[in-house]
């Protein structure tokens, strides 16, 4: 079977969202299928490991839309779609189409299913009414603009509500899918409950289950001495709520390391906070490679997770669950997914620096549990479901209905 998956970003652009694509694309081929990634083209230099001649992706003509070149658009339309379906001849005959995007790259990769008369699968990634109210407070009329431009550009492609909120416009690009999935059961409940789809599969992104094995065997057998180790990871962005977890680390005067890795556009303003706050002991990674992310994961004492609201699954608190690495939660669905192994920050309401003082709160109590040894222990269930090899065995079942039917 040829699967295209179409994306937002580039695959090996930073994100989780990503992360899963590429593991979804290596299993699936392990067990004998095609897999095209259809992305707007990268403008920044790429960190992953497929070159600019994998067949496996197909590069749209974008253009950059973050400072740091490492995000890009599309403009889904004619000249697009034409582009798209040359560049595809040189692949084999497509059997499905699995998009797992929800703004430009949803709509080309609807409007090529459609054009084709190929099955579709939608996997929601987005909170898009909580992302896109995290980062403009002219978050009505700007989904307003989405869903218009939603309705233009899937004009003709299934049944498009004229509503102008979140779960309007998930529906709409949604509504030629034969099935839609949803990385956690929380999202998928939401889903379903503002009828985006009728019935959501819960298939969770996953963990490579070799690099997993390779990281827990290289790791040590005993906690390395020291004070605890903390570590944040993510894309440097205002819904990961990178620059409170640095105030509450500077109110909480812990006694702790911490680590954050990857990038993004705060980048600078976090590094501001620690310098002001004369901790040397904050230390930025940068982006690094995924199996070194486990490493760190799996090294650390704790992982935190600071984002309310706008996750669809978190990965990292999961990657850490399989990893045996406890998380500080700050999202309460989130935390009633990992079913334990956690230290949950109590809600705050809305009250920003509520929210600072309560994770300053709880990062003290989670360095006084590691240092006494008696942190939280992960679900030893979430690790079995998290392998990426059982999560492809789920998604080829949904992908056999949507193609039968």
């Known amino acids: 079977m040829h699967i295209v998956f179409f994306a937002d970003q ?10 899963s694509m590429r593991l979804q694309r290596k299993y699936l081929e392990r067990a004998g299928h095609t897999v095209t990634i259809v992305a707007p083209r990268m403008h920044a230099a790429r960190g992953g490991q497929h070159g600019v ?7 749209l003509p974008s253009i950059p839309i973050t400072t740091d070149r490492e995000y890009a658009m599309t403009w889904p339309g ?3 779609d034409r582009f798209l379906d040359q560049a595809l001849t040189r692949r084999p005959p497509v059997d499905l189409v699995h998009v797992q995007a929800d703004f430009w790259g949803a ?3 609807h409007r090529f299913a459609h054009r084709h008369g190929i099955p579709a699968v939608h996997t929601m990634h987005n909170r898009v009414d909580v992302g896109i109210a995290a980062v403009t407070p002219l978050h009505r009329p700007v989904l307003g603009a989405l869903n218009l431009w939603r309705r233009t550009a899937l004009r003709g492609i299934g049944v ?14 949604a509504a030629e899918s034969r099935a839609v999935t949803a990385p956690s059961g929380h999202f998928a409940h939401r889903l379903e409950q503002h009828g985006v789809f009728r019935s959501v599969d819960v298939i969770w992104n996953g963990i490579d289950d070799e690099v997993r094995e390779q990281v827990l065997a290289d790791a040590p057998a005993e906690r390395a001495p020291g004070p605890p180790r903390f570590i944040w990871l993510g894309r440097m962005s205002p819904e990961k709520r990178l620059l409170p977890f640095l105030e509450a680390v500077v109110a909480s005067d812990v006694d702790a390391d911490i680590e954050v890795v990857g990038g993004g556009a705060q980048l600078r303003a976090a590094e501001r906070i620690a310098a002001r706050a004369g901790r040397p002991r904050i230390c930025f990674a940068g982006r690094i490679g995924y199996a070194d992310v486990l490493a760190r994961i799996a090294a650390a004492d704790a992982v935190v997770q600071t984002s309310i609201g706008f996750e669809t699954q978190g990965m990292t608190p999961f990657e850490a669950a399989t990893l045996g690495t406890p998380t500080v939660v700050s999202d309460p669905d989130i935390a009633g997914e990992l079913r334990g192994g956690l230290w949950a920050v109590p809600d705050a309401g809305a009250d920003e620096p509520a929210r600072v003082a309560t994770l300053a ?3 003290r109590i989670a360095a006084a549990d590691i240092a006494a040894g008696s942190a939280p222990e992960p679900d030893p269930q979430v690790a079995a479901d998290f392998r990426q090899s059982s ?9 056999g209905r949507a193609t039968a039917s």
């Open 10 to 19: 580039h695959a090996e652009s930073l994100g989780g969202a990503q992360v």
């Open 53 to 59: 001649a994998d067949p496996g992706y197909v590069d």
């Open 78 to 80: 004619r000249r697009t």
């Open 107 to 109: 709509f080309i990769g």
């Open 160 to 173: 498009q509500p004229r509503g102008a909120d979140g779960w309007a416009y998930l529906a709409g690009i």
């Open 361 to 363: 709160d709880t990062l």
């Open 391 to 399: 999560r492809t065995a789920a998604m080829l079942e949904v992908y």
